[in-house]
């Protein structure tokens, strides 16, 4: 799971609210009546995100981008590489606090729903699904969060290999403009 930053224009930061425990950075947040972030669901349709997550809280998965199933160690097992992992996944528990992106920006996330019915096109406004994350479907929000700039592709991770124009694969990556 991951968010990749190409441009931003407002990295901000709030406390998150103790009771998330599955936070994935490239998910859409909203502040609770005490000012802290939770997670987007979309509904009721008057439902505002503030934006897109930049950091992970989470004890079963990292939410840093990593190549997909390589082989990792000496006795040699295969699995995805991750740079660093703080605290169990969680890079809010120093701090108690979340990066939310605001404000316009470009980014590729794998955060987005990807089930059958759901049509991706460049140009197509985006909002939040139930499970916080980007979706072409309408009838999630009413509130438009980004606008799509490239459908789920490929995206390379710059280290040499043979998936994406000589890079190694992160995976399946949707490209958008942030509208909030």
């Not at 998330?20 to 349709?45: D, Y």
């Not at 999630?140 to 000589?166: F, H, M, N, Y």
Request: overall charge negative.
């Amino acid at each position: 799971m991951a968010l990749i930053e190409e441009y931003m224009v407002v990295a901000d930061h709030f406390a998150v609210n103790a009771s998330v425990t599955e936070l994935i950075e490239g998910m859409f947040v909203k502040l609770n009546s005490a000012g802290e972030v939770i997670k987007a669901l979309g509904t009721p349709s008057t439902e505002r995100a503030i934006g897109v997550c930049g950091d992970t809280k989470s004890t079963t998965q990292s939410g840093l981008p990593s190549t997909n199933q390589n082989w990792v160690g000496a006795a040699p097992t295969q699995g995805a590489f991750v740079n660093r992992v703080s605290d169990s996944f969680d890079e809010t528990k120093a701090s108690g606090r979340v990066t939310v992106y605001h404000s316009g920006g470009k980014f590729l996330s794998n955060q987005y729903e990807a089930a059958p019915q759901i049509t991706w096109a460049v140009g197509l406004p985006l909002y939040v699904s139930a499970n916080s994350r980007l979706t072409t479907d309408a009838s999630t929000s009413a509130q438009i969060v980004a606008t799509c700039l490239q459908i789920p592709s490929a995206a390379e991770s710059g280290v040499p290999g043979i998936d994406v124009r000589g890079s190694l694969t992160l995976g399946q990556y949707v490209e958008f403009k942030l509208e909030i």
